[in-house]
């Protein structure tokens, strides 16, 4: 028979970190997923201007943006105060339009190159030639979908 001794003080068990790694990496995963690169560093103040008549794009995977504003304090020295054209991470000309949607189309998959919106995300005080000027090297370059970027403003009767 065995021999039960005089009882020991009872210790509290250990936590169990075997879960913790789970539950870290379910973590890590989890941002991964919802987090969104940013795409492009902005060199041109824009200060969106107000819609009525506003609409939510369906796919942004398939949208290339075309910046229309001020250049920022920084970037001032070198390209003035004037309205100018932002494609990508680069200040450009209008004449460079055409190169940027034939790169924007050869980056995508050919099925979705007929899908291809230009979004022109302009500041509201830019003037209306500059933008005319871009619409017609998209017309030249064929990206006939274009999308003016507003913020919802309310309808004045």
């Keep these: 028979m065995a021999r039960f001794t005089g009882k020991k003080p009872k210790e509290t068990p250990a936590l169990n970190m075997g879960s913790m790694s789970d539950i870290i990496f379910m973590l890590l995963f989890f941002f991964m997923v919802i987090t969104t690169m940013r795409e492009s560093t902005l060199f041109v103040k824009i200060v969106v201007p107000q819609g009525t008549e506003v609409s939510k794009l369906e ?12 250049p920022m304090k920084e970037q001032q020295a070198k390209y003035g105060t004037d309205s100018r054209i932002q494609l990508n991470d680069q200040i450009a000309e209008v004449s460079d339009i055409i190169q940027f949607v034939e790169l924007e189309k050869a980056a995508r998959v050919e099925a979705d190159r007929p ?5 022109i995300k302009a500041d509201k005080d830019t003037k209306m030639g500059l933008i005319s000027d871009i619409k017609q090297e998209l017309r030249k370059a064929g990206a006939y979908k274009i999308f003016y970027n507003a913020r919802k403003g309310e309808r004045i009767h």
Excluded: D, H, P
């Design 115 to 119: 899908f291809i919106t230009t979004a």
């Design 59 to 70: 796919k942004k995977s398939l949208v290339s943006y075309i910046n229309v504003g001020t």
